[in-house]
C-alpha cells in the first residue's frame, strides 16, 4: 500500500484533489430546500408542475437536469406553510420558474430577493404581499383563495418607454429578475459602460495564472520523482 502511494504522481494527487472538490460542491443541496419541515407535497401547485415537468423532489425544492449544461437546478421551491415571517436569501433558487410563498406570516419582501429570477413566471404570495416588482413588472395579477398569483414575468428590456433604454451604446439588455434588467457589453467590447473595443484581454489575464499552475505541477513533479527513484 505504501509503495503504491509513493509512486503515486503528485500530478495525479491534483487532479484526485480537485475532482474531489469538485464532487462534494456539486452534492452539497442549497440551503434554502431546508427552509422548514417537510417536502414538496404531490397535490401542490408545485408538486404538480414537479411532476409533469419529470422533476425530481428534495425537501422543498423540485430538481431537473438542464439538457444543455448538464447541470441539476431548482425549478420550483415550495415554501407553503412554513411560519416565514421574513424572506431574504433564496439564494440557490436563482433558476426557478415557480415559487410558492402562501400561507407564511410574511410583512414584507424587498424586490431585491427576486433579483436576478429571469426564468420565474409563477408566484403564489399571501393576498397582502404585493408581486415582485410591481403590478407592471407582470402580465398578470390575481387574487384567489386568500393568495395573490403573479402570472409571466414581463421582460424588461422589451417595453417602450423603460429604463432599459439606459443600457449604453455597445451593450445588450437582459432580463434579470422582476422589474430588473442587465446590460451587457456586445461582441468585441469590454470594460467601464463598454466603452473599450477590441478582444477581450484573456491572454494577459489568464495567461499568467495557467503559466504559474504549469511551473508549480512541474516542479512537484520533478522533485517527487527524485525523492522516488532510488527505491
Ligand atoms: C406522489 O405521486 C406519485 C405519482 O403520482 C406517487 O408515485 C407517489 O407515491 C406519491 N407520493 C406521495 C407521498 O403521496
Ligand atoms: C431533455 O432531454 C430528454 C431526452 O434526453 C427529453 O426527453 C426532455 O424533454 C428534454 N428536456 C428539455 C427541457 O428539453
Ligand atoms: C400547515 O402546517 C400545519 C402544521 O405544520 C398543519 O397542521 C396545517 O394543516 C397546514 N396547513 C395547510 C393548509 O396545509
Ligand atoms: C417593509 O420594508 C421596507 C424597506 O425594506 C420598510 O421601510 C418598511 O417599514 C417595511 N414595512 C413593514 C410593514 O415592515
Ligand atoms: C396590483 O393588482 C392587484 C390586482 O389586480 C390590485 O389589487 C393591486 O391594488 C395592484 N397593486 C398596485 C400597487 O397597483
Ligand atoms: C415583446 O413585446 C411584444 C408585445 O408587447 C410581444 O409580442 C413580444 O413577444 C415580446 N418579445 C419578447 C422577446 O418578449
Known amino acids: ?19 474531489c472538490f469538485y464532487a462534494s460542491f456539486q452534492l452539497t443541496e442549497p440551503q434554502v430546500c431546508e427552509l422548514c419541515g417537510g417536502a414538496v407535497l404531490n397535490g401542490s401547485v408545485v408538486g404538480q408542475f414537479c411532476a409533469s415537468s419529470a422533476g425530481r423532489v428534495h425537501g422543498r425544492c423540485c430538481f431537473r437536469n438542464d439538457n444543455t449544461s448538464g447541470h441539476e437546478h431548482i425549478i420550483g421551491l415550495d415554501l407553503s406553510n ?7 436569501d433564496l439564494q440557490g433558487a436563482t433558476e ?8 407564511n406570516p410574511i410583512i414584507n419582501i424587498s424586490d431585491t430577493v427576486f433579483q436576478g429570477f429571469s426564468e420565474l413566471n409563477y408566484v403564489i404570495l399571501p393576498q397582502k404581499i404585493d408581486c415582485p416588482g410591481g403590478n407592471s413588472s407582470w402580465e398578470k395579477v390575481e387574487v384567489k383563495a386568500g393568495n395573490r398569483l403573479c402570472e409571466g414575468q414581463k421582460d424588461m428590456c422589451n417595453q417602450t418607454g423603460q429604463l432599459s433604454s439606459e443600457c449604453p451604446e455597445n451593450s445588450l439588455c ?6 430588473f434588467f442587465q446590460c451587457s457589453c456586445a461582441d468585441n467590447y469590454h470594460g467601464y459602460k463598454c466603452l473599450r473595443e477590441g478582444t477581450f484581454p484573456t491572454l494577459q489575464v489568464f495567461g499568467p495564472l495557467v503559466a504559474s499552475t504549469v511551473v508549480l505541477s512541474l516542479l512537484l513533479w520533478v522533485t517527487q520523482r527524485r525523492k522516488v527513484k532510488p527505491l
Not at 437582459?174 to 422589474?179: D, K, L, M, N, T
Open 96 to 103: 426557478a420558474l415557480m415559487i410558492d410563498l402562501s400561507l
Open 1 to 19: 500500500m505504501k509503495a503504491w502511494c509513493s509512486q503515486l504522481k503528485p500530478a495525479l494527487l491534483i487532479l484526485i484533489f480537485n475532482l
Open 82 to 88: 412554513c411560519s416565514l415571517a421574513r424572506v431574504e
Open 174 to 179: 437582459a432580463p434579470y429578475g422582476p422589474g
